[in-house]
């Protein structure tokens, strides 16, 4: 028989209950996006210049006092998060501090596939040879990321000897990945930038092929973006309509007369007439006819400078 006493204690171990999760932050630990076991976890928060350690239970923590606040926080203030997860330490500094309360978050390992896969605009790619990321689940699309220098050394090993026997696009991504490893770099870039040109040379009506997709042009244009300027005319070239190969090619020539102007315009001077109005039409029917601030920012810098290249692509930037 249960009696009122025993109903009153459950509806207060259940009310206990709810009000400890509402001060609970769980963190769900993945690498390259598959859930895995996060022991030891620990977690250290920094605000105002003071450490402060909450009390952890499994993997996750309790919100401390000084986060409850109902004030809003100053525009200046920030928190340094820092959460180890088994033998791997991440810090996120300067976060907001009203981004530590009661949720879920999502703490990641995100190897070179992975990353360019889930995060392919993000500029923390072209930093580090993998990322970490913090995912704050209650703040939709707010993403901070950790780039990570040294990758473990295993993880080279494996694919070293995996690369040997592999073909198609499992050859292709392995040949990315050691090239953001810096293993045989300049040979494995230059199978991919082979494999690109290969692609663009297939009929029109070629069967579907997961070699030859927009996924090989990331890889290509990230090692660009990592410091390898070689590819900069090797990329403008493919200046093409063959979008099953190349993909939106122009966000990648957007991004560049607005990152690297002037490198930019130096280099397209030394196309043809026909292609440099290729490439900068393609930069805005890809990206900056959407971008309105990029394309403003374009704009004004071909406007000012003489030439024919300026001219051709500021013709072809429409308002």
């Known amino acids: 028989m249960i009696t009122s006493m025993t109903i009153v204690l459950a509806l207060m171990v259940t009310a206990s209950a709810e009000a400890q999760s509402q001060d609970f932050i769980s963190i769900a630990f993945k690498i390259d996006g598959k859930p895995a076991t996060c022991k030891p976890f620990g977690v250290e928060l920094r605000l105002d210049g003071k450490a402060i350690s909450p009390q952890r239970s499994g993997e996750g923590f309790y919100v401390p006092e000084v986060f409850k606040k109902t004030k809003r926080w100053s525009d200046d203030q920030r928190v340094d998060i820092t959460l180890s997860c088994n033998e791997h330490t991440f810090a996120f500094p300067q976060r ?6 009661a949720n879920d978050w999502e703490l990641g ?26 995912i704050f689940e209650g703040e939709p699309g707010v993403v901070t990321f950790a780039p990570q220098s040294d990758p ?40 991919l930038l082979r494999l690109l040109d290969g692609c663009l040379t297939r009929p029109r009506e070629s069967p579907e092929d997961d070699e030859c997709d927009s996924e090989l042009l990331d890889f290509v244009t990230n090692l660009y ?13 493919l200046a093409d309509t063959r979008r099953d190969v190349i993909g939106e090619i122009g966000t990648f020539y957007s991004d560049l007369l607005d990152r690297r102007k002037e490198v930019a315009l130096t280099s397209i001077e030394g196309l043809g007439a026909d292609q440099q109005h290729l ?40 308002e």
């Open 96 to 101: 907001y501090p009203a981004f530590v309360r």
């Open 109 to 134: 390992i995100a190897r070179p596939l992975y990353a360019i896969e889930r995060f392919r605009r993000t500029l923390d790619l072209e930093r580090g040879t993998w990322l970490a990321y913090l």
């Open 152 to 191: 473990p050394t295993d993880w080279i090993e494996t694919m070293q000897n995996e690369h040997s026997n592999a073909s198609g696009k499992r050859a292709r991504d392995i040949a990315y990945s050691l090239a953001i490893f810096g293993v045989e770099y300049e040979k494995n870039r230059d199978y």
């Open 279 to 318: 490439v900068c039409t393609m930069a805005y029917d890809d990206d900056l006819s959407i971008d309105i601030p990029k394309r403003d920012r374009v704009r004004a810098f071909l406007t000012k400078t003489p030439g024919d290249a300026a001219a051709r692509c500021s013709a072809a930037i429409k």
């Open 225 to 237: 973006w990592r410091g390898d300027d070689g590819l900069l005319m090797p990329l403008l070239r």
